[in-house]
């Protein structure tokens, strides 16, 4: 993924992905935004701004408790860098 600039481009690489998996979360349970929304506990233009992509305001730490409330579980995996492989 092109950092096309920013700073912060992982972070925001990895909110992105997060993000859809929110969608897909709430497109699994079939539920309305309306709904989606009080389970987050966020209002609906919220959500629906956050699913269009505004991801300022949202910590990586809250979009994966958003995931949690939605009944997903998230695993980090870490391993090492190509450098350090042996």
Known sequence: KADLGYKNYKEMATKADLV??????????????????????????????????????????????FLNKLGQNVDIVVTSTADNRE
Not at 28 to 41: F, G, M, N, S
């Open 20 to 65: 859809i998996e929110i969608d897909r979360a709430i497109k699994k349970k079939k539920a309305p935004q309306t709904k989606a929304a009080e389970i987050l506990r966020i209002s609906q233009p919220k959500l629906s701004e956050l699913l269009s992509g505004c991801l300022k305001g949202y910590s990586v730490e809250r979009l994966i408790l």
